[in-house]
Every structure is written in C-alpha cells, then in structure tokens.
C-alpha cells in the first residue's frame, strides 16, 4: 500500500506558476512510477506528466509540455509539477499517482491515487 498526499494547488492568473507536490508514504517509494493527472469539470481524466523510479526519464502530454516539469526526491519521497505559464484550460483537480514497474500513461494502469488537489487559473 501507498499512500499519496498532494499540495500547492490555488488560484492563480493567467501566466502565473504554482509548484504541486505529492508526498508518499508506505513501501517503497523507489519501487514506483509516478504519474500527475486532472480532470476538469464534465471531462474524463487526463494524464498530465509521469516520471520513473529513478527519476532518469520523464514524460509529457503535448498539452503541457514545454510549460511542466515533473520531478522527484526520493529521499523525501515527494514528487513535484511545476507548472508555469497556466492557462484557463489547466484549470482541474490535480492528482498524483503510483504504480509498481514502468511508466505508463493511461489512468487504469495505476494502482494508488492521491485525493487531489484544484487548480484554478484565471483570464
């Protein structure tokens, strides 16, 4: 069992940056991939960013990147999304996610989940 706990979500304007933070706890975090995703009101989640154990290889969705960073410590068994140059359609629940083994990108694939955290970016 893993247990995912987010923060650093508000409202910020447009442009503006806000760093989320997830803090793991239980087995091994090095034995886990981890993933961001959101979902916006009325919409389907979404996979946002993931990062593998090692923290070697990160990965994007075309929507985010080049504004996203995803990061991990894992002596503090925290990853990171820094996100800067918001837009309104980033505007969701944030959550993190675990899984045991490789990266992948789809929502089914993982097996633990955060309670999520809202981001609102306004115009």
């Known amino acids: 069992q893993v247990q995912l706990v987010e923060s650093g979500g508000g409202l910020v304007q447009a442009g503006g940056s806000l760093r989320l933070s997830c803090a793991a706890s239980?087995?091994?975090?090095?034995?886990?991939?981890m993933g961001w995703f959101r979902q916006a009101p009325g919409k389907e989640r979404e996979f946002v960013a993931a990062i593998n154990r090692s923290g070697g290889s990160t990965y994007y969705a075309d929507s985010v990147k080049g504004r996203f960073t995803v990061s991990r410590d894992n002596a503090k068994n925290t990853v990171y999304l820094q996100m800067n140059s918001l837009k309104p359609e980033d505007t969701a629940v944030y959550y993190c996610a675990a899984r045991s083994g490789i990266v992948l990108t789809s929502t089914v694939a993982y097996d633990y989940w955060g309670q999520g955290t809202q981001v609102t970016v306004s115009s």
């Open positions: 239980g087995r091994a975090f090095t034995n886990y991939a």
